[in-house]
């Protein structure tokens, strides 16, 4: 053997590339040929598991029960076999050398990310797990405990996961009458279990006055030197907000506020991420009236509250005290209650990169978006990657986007890659009107196509005839669209006649590399063949167009095609969009 193999880093950097580059089979090999190798390729194999499933199989077969039957009750251990859930239990304690098997393998695991299948664990089984692992943890050198679906079944045995070891702990409550004395009790042991932990995420879970405390008791007692998430969906106590708006090194943060709750001065210097859960009222936004927030990056917040006002104003005011604005590149509201925001109040925050602003449209549309909003947004925040203002776009729209609005922001926001706005197609079912809008300075700036790839329409219908001439407008302001969410009738015929004309001036450029899009002077291309190859759109199963099946047309189908997009551009001012900008 070549002495670099004696290299314990490099044979484990060989196992590693070989597990995770699919390999598994040629690294089972080589751990069961070379002694060096077994080691390496057992802790790159089992260091990440999504299941107790394959951990159980280590243990003898003649350990569970024969009888076997299919299950629907999520209330026995079952294995999977074939798509079917088959029941399991013990038919004898496994012996000393098999738990020494067992616990090969469990040692080795790093991390058990779980989607549901502890929820589909019989207390039998855990209880056996527990008593076996009363002088040492069962996963010894665990780190990560992830568990997004835990039930009132098994919430009390998941203590039995963590280690001196475990940083992060990420759990999902699910099912009904959960037990809230022994989540209480649950959480209050995780500073005892996991003294080092990083990361505490709690999803789902109920609120009561003794978990509140629990969460509080827990808070309190954990190690704020190492704590950098903490991301728990029930209020705290007084006690607990005191501390963990003054914890130095914490980077994010998601916290429920109750009704009437004072908020102490933030004091989080490292903070990047905060996610805000709210009943009602504003009062709390004094949190942010000169806080340290150096680093702040994203705010999300959620009111459950229909009453909203002028939310966005009163972010404004006490933002603006802590400079917020110098460093926020993400600003969401999701609400889903009807909602008319004042969109001004965002225009101080010109480094926003995302701007989410999700309300309903049920029981009638409250967007009152228009081009001299948009505009003013874009012109202010260049920046813009991913927008949403308001629900997917609906068939009410009192007002909304034109073109000209459109246009301008593709102008501004050249990095824009996501959109979905209450927008009016009607003004992209007749050729654009030329317009000056702008500054001359803006006008001769030079330009740059916008980047979206993808756009959002909700319910818009768009008339049949009126098909090629939205795919044309479509294509000139966004030249990169590549998928379109719609519920709205004939936009699949929209992203054909977009897929279609880009097939046929790519391939008319060829001849006359003069042509472009935005030129309204076009000939057909004649194709040496009688059929040609074009990509066309497929509808994917959230209802988004996406381009890239291909499909047949005759030359003459072809040929007739751009024959009736020449006819609508020609109806256009070769300069039109450019007077927009």
Not at 254 to 278: C, F
Request: hydrophobic share 40%.
């Amino acid at each position: 053997m070549h002495a670099c193999l004696n290299v314990d880093e490099i044979l484990r950097l060989i196992a590693c590339e070989l597990v995770t580059s699919k390999g598994r089979a040629a690294a089972v090999a080589l751990a069961c040929c070379c002694k060096s190798f077994e080691d390496p390729v057992l802790d790159a194999l089992w260091e990440t598991q999504d299941r107790l499933i394959p951990l159980l199989n280590s243990l003898p077969g003649d350990v569970w029960n024969e009888g076997q039957h299919v299950v629907s009750a999520p209330t026995t251990f079952v294995f999977c076999s074939l798509n079917h859930f088959i029941q399991k239990s013990f038919k004898r304690l496994p012996t000393t050398l098999e738990w020494a098997r067992f616990q090969k393998y469990a040692r080795r695991m790093r991390s058990l990310v779980e989607h549901g299948a502890l929820g589909v664990s019989s207390s039998e089984v855990l209880s056996v797990l527990q008593f076996r692992a009363l002088s040492e943890p069962l996963l010894p050198n665990l780190k990560v405990l992830e568990s997004w679906s835990t039930t009132g079944e098994v919430i009390s045995f998941i203590p039995l996961f963590l280690s001196p070891r475990t940083t992060v702990v990420d759990i999902g409550f699910s099912g009904p009458d959960l037990p809230k004395a022994v989540i209480a009790s649950m959480v209050t042991a995780f500073p005892l279990l996991c003294p080092n932990l990083e990361q505490i995420i709690l999803r789902s879970i109920p609120r009561d006055p003794m978990i509140t405390a629990g969460i509080s008791a827990m808070l309190l007692a954990t190690n704020r030197n190492t704590l950098r998430c903490f991301d728990v969906h029930s209020p705290l106590t007084e006690e607990g907000r005191e501390v963990i708006f003054k914890l130095p090194d914490l980077c994010e943060l998601s916290v429920v506020i109750e009704r009437d709750t004072s908020l102490p001065s933030a004091v989080l210097p490292n903070l990047t991420n905060l996610m805000i859960t709210y009943d009602h009222g504003c009062d709390w936004l004094r949190m942010f009236q000169g806080a340290t927030l150096g680093k702040l990056e994203s705010v999300t917040f959620n009111p459950r509250s229909e009453q909203i006002g002028d939310f966005l104003g009163a972010f404004e005011r006490v933002a603006l005290t802590a400079s917020i604005q110098n460093t926020l590149s993400v600003f969401s509201l999701y609400t889903s209650c009807s909602w008319n925001p004042r969109y001004a109040s965002l225009l101080p925050f010109t480094h926003l990169k995302e701007l989410v602003v999700e309300f309903s449209c049920v029981g009638g549309c409250s967007s009152s978006m228009d081009d001299d909003t948009i505009i003013n947004l874009a012109r202010a925040i260049p920046g813009l990657e991913h927008l949403r203002l308001g629900d997917a776009p609906c068939r009410r729209i009192p007002t909304g986007i034109t073109a000209k609005g459109l246009v301008v922001l593709a102008h501004h926001c050249p990095n824009l890659s996501f959109l979905c706005i209450h927008f009016q197609v009607a003004s992209l079912s007749a050729p654009l009107v030329t317009a000056g809008t702008t500054s001359s300075a803006e006008s001769t700036a030079p330009r740059r196509d916008c980047a979206l790839t993808e756009l959002e329409v909700g319910e818009i219908p768009v008339p049949e005839q009126s098909v090629s001439v939205v795919a044309l407008n479509l294509t000139r302001i966004f030249p990169h669209i590549e998928i379109i969410y719609y519920i709205g009738e004939n936009w699949e015929k929209v992203m054909d006649a977009i897929s279609l004309s880009r097939e046929i001036f790519d391939s008319s450029c060829k001849q006359s590399p003069s042509l472009h899009l935005g030129v309204a002077s076009m000939t057909p291309y004649q194709e040496p063949h009688s059929r040609t190859a074009l990509n066309r759109e497929t509808v994917r199963g959230d209802g988004a167009l996406t381009l890239h099946r291909p499909f047949h047309v005759t030359l003459a189908q072809r040929n007739f095609y751009l024959l009736r997009l020449t006819r609508a551009a020609s109806m256009y001012d070769t300069e039109c969009c450019r007077s927009y900008m």
